[in-house]
């Protein structure tokens, strides 16, 4: 028995230690910086405070101009008056900006045949523009609204010099000051000396509490204030040289000024660290030293390991960081108490209390944490016990009643309206069922509820009956759609939820219609795409095997021999074209193309596809007209690509262009995009179906006489939607016009 009360005497007497240990490092860590210093008169805060007194100092004392005087030293320079001029943007900028403030307005009125505001609007406007003009046309004109604002700058400024005059005046019952103008000599100082004392002799280190050399130019004070540089040079009352000079606390101040106060706590707060600290450290190794080598400690850890363990996790961590918690606050509060009340004359029994309180939580916490490690370090093992957890099964628990509540709300309200309806419904039918039981109760009752039955019930029912015969007809008409007849389509009354429920099936009718003959156009179209695959890859290879057979002969003379050989060069080399554009058109639907994207010029690319085509275009009695902005127009493309895309699309005006007709081509950048335009007639009759021309081995020459795959605005198409822009096509009568949009660099 004597064993066990020795052991929790010895756990106890750890823990104590151990929390003042704790609390000391803590408050070494927390003040150590700052009483390392040899005074108070080294902190940074002293510092600022003496910083502040400078300043204020050149603003009252050293720079002393009143308002008038500094709105007489008001200069305008150039520089300001552009300033001014420059303001709000250019010339054109204003005038646009007034305008847009005023056009509207003055509309409105006109709107309104309110002649006289309009007329009063239009002045006014004018008024402003013409002094905008005068603005960028005279100096002289702009010189006195500089002077105005800098006049109105100079009223704000003192206005927030006074709010600090107090301050000032506190800072002078402490500080003492001797500067000199290093332009004018003039001296400052607020010494009271006799005839035969000087500055220097007065200001010495051992007169002093406090001395520092200090030096400061002429707008020392305006490096505090943003937004009053542009006046700083009235405020100055002279430009050249800078101020120099000493500021000290003189030894004969009371013990009652601040910072002698502030100095002697200063010092008592230093001493008091330091022994807390000491004490707190050497209090700290004795603790672990023997926490260590007692074997007390784990014997009573492992005593009571399994009760904590019968804890779901997430609640030993949730006692874990409390008791933490409260411990970092108990040390905290120690460590305030020690330092900012260390007399302790009224505070003993307290910090016992706190003491006491922080061993025990610090107690807590470490063996806390110590169970927490040892189940953290079998991964599996914590998977194990996290199933167990309260969190999860909260949030299991959480998941499928939100499930359920959802699927229930879902259900009632499907539609909104026919939810919040139906449940209107049946309050009304409830509040009528309550209603024939209070009838009986008096007379007026049974009167009142006949009424509300008349003017209520009835008219419910009769809506309830005309919207069930709505809703049968609803059904008839959607037996009809399943069994494919379409029939007429179902007559649409008021805004309620069949109402919608009929518009619905009658656009899916209209989808049905419309679904119909995109398949039929699809099959039309997948039929035109064999016949045309067929008969130019047949057209080719039925004249190279005609003219082989013809050369196999031998009967052939040798003018027909070449003659031949040139038609199967000509056929063959026709079939590698179809062949590599089919190839190329597969790669591109099947995404298996690579785009090695560059900066290029869309200006001078298109330049060279038309130069390859101007042997071409020079033999044409084509008249080509080609418009570009005279500048580069950068974008990220695949060079090679795009030049294709003009290469196919210059080929096709040279092939379906009309005789002795004009062609357009144009550039131009428009914002972020460059639009490149191409616009022919055609000699062949267009039908108004341009999307079609996208489809493969589609021609505008319909006999298909003329070269080409018919896979060229196919391939184009497909190389621009690659690079992330657009290839439309419009056809107006004969006029064939293709815009191509891509993204280009700012």
């Not at 409390?322 to 411990?327: D, E, L, R, V």
């Not at 101007?614 to 695949?638: C, K, M, Q, W, Y």
Request: proline share 2%.
């Amino acid at each position: 028995m004597d064993t066990k009360w020795k052991n929790k005497w010895t756990i106890a007497i750890i823990t104590l230690l151990f929390a003042y240990g704790a609390s000391g490092v803590l408050s070494l860590l927390s003040y150590g910086q700052e009483y390392t210093n040899p005074d108070y008169f080294h902190t940074a805060q002293f510092r600022s405070d003496v910083d502040e007194f400078a300043g204020f100092l050149n603003a009252f004392e050293l720079n002393d101009v009143t308002l008038e005087e500094a709105k007489e030293a008001i200069e305008v320079t150039e520089e300001d008056i552009q300033e001014h001029r420059y303001r709000y943007g250019t010339l054109p900028e204003q005038i646009d900006n007034i305008k847009a403030q005023y056009e509207d307005r003055i509309q409105e009125a006109k709107a309104a045949e309110n002649s006289e505001f309009a007329k009063a609007l239009t002045d006014q406007m004018n008024k402003k523009i013409n002094d905008i003009n005068k603005n960028f046309e005279s100096d002289e004109h702009v010189r006195p609204k500089v002077i105005k604002d800098k006049e109105k700058r100079l009223e704000d400024f003192f206005k927030e010099k006074e709010q600090v005059r107090d301050r000032y005046r506190f800072y002078s019952k402490s500080f003492t000051y001797y500067f000199k103008d290093t332009a004018t000599g003039e001296v400052y100082t607020n010494l009271k000396l006799s005839n035969d004392e000087s500055p220097e002799k007065v200001m010495k280190k051992e007169n002093m509490l406090f001395l520092t050399d200090y030096t400061m130019d002429k707008g020392y004070y305006f490096h505090y204030l943003d937004g009053y540089e542009e006046i700083a040079r009235s405020l100055v009352e002279s430009e050249g040289g800078y101020f120099e000079g000493q500021i000290g606390l003189a030894k004969n101040l009371p013990d009652t000024n601040i910072f002698v106060e502030q100095n002697n706590n200063f010092k008592e707060k230093q001493i008091v660290l330091f022994v807390y600290a000491g004490s707190a450290v050497l209090a700290l190794i004795i603790a672990l030293v023997a926490g260590r080598k007692s074997k007390a400690i784990p014997a009573e850890m492992e005593r009571w390991r399994p009760l904590f363990n019968k804890l779901p996790i997430d609640l030993r961590i949730y006692c874990f960081g409390f008791t933490a918690i409260g411990m970092l606050l108990s040390l905290f509060l120690l460590n305030d108490l020690l330092m900012f009340n260390y007399e302790m004359s009224s505070d003993v029994m307290e910090m016992i209390i706190i003491l006491i309180g922080a061993s025990v939580l610090s107690g807590l916490a470490f063996v806390q944490g110590k169970y927490i490690a040892d189940e953290f370090k079998n991964w599996q093992h914590v998977k194990a016990i996290w199933k167990k957890s309260l969190i999860l099964k909260f949030w299991i628990l959480l998941k499928e009643l939100a499930k359920k509540t959802t699927v229930t709300l879902q259900e009632a309200f499907l539609n909104r309206s026919t939810g919040t309806q139906l449940f209107i419904v049946i309050g009304i039918i409830f509040g009528h069922g309550m209603g024939s039981v209070i009838m009986f109760f008096h007379p007026f009752f049974a009167l009142l509820y006949l009424m509300i039955l008349a003017f209520v019930g009835i008219p419910l029912i009769m809506a309830l009956v005309k919207r069930i015969g709505y809703f049968n007809r609803i059904i008839e008409t959607t037996n009809e759609l399943a069994t494919g007849h379409m029939g007429k389509d179902l007559p649409i009354t008021g805004k309620n939820v069949l109402s919608t429920l009929a518009g619905n099936i009658n656009i899916l009718k209209q989808g049905v219609k419309t679904s119909l003959s995109e398949q039929a156009k699809s099959e039309r179209l997948k039929t035109e795409l064999i016949t045309n695959v067929s008969h130019d890859l047949r057209t080719p290879l039925t004249s190279i095997i005609t003219y082989t057979e013809l050369l196999k002969s031998g009967e052939v003379t040798e003018e027909d021999r070449l003659a031949y050989l040139e038609i199967i060069d000509r056929k063959s080399k026709r079939l590698k074209v179809l062949i590599d554009d089919l190839f190329e058109v597969s790669k591109m639907a099947s995404g298996n193309i690579e785009l090695r994207k560059e900066r290029v010029d869309l200006v001078q690319l298109l330049q060279q596809a038309l130069g390859e085509h101007d042997n071409a275009i020079t033999e044409s009695n084509l008249h080509f007209r080609v418009t570009n902005p005279g500048f580069p127009i950068i974008a990220s493309v695949d060079g090679q690509k795009l030049w294709r895309v003009f290469d196919n699309l210059i080929g096709n005006i040279l092939k379906y262009s009309l005789e002795n007709s004009r062609v357009y081509i144009a550039i131009r950048a428009n914002k972020d995009q460059a639009v490149i335009t191409f616009k022919n007639v055609s000699k062949y009759e267009l039908d108004d179906q341009s999307e079609e021309l996208f489809e493969r081995f589609k021609r505008g020459d319909k006999s298909r006489h003329t070269d080409g795959s018919g896979l060229g605005l196919a391939i184009a198409k497909s190389i621009v939607d690659l690079h992330e822009g657009n290839l439309d096509i419009d056809t107006d009568g004969d006029l064939f016009k293709v815009t191509i949009s891509l993204n280009i660099e700012q």
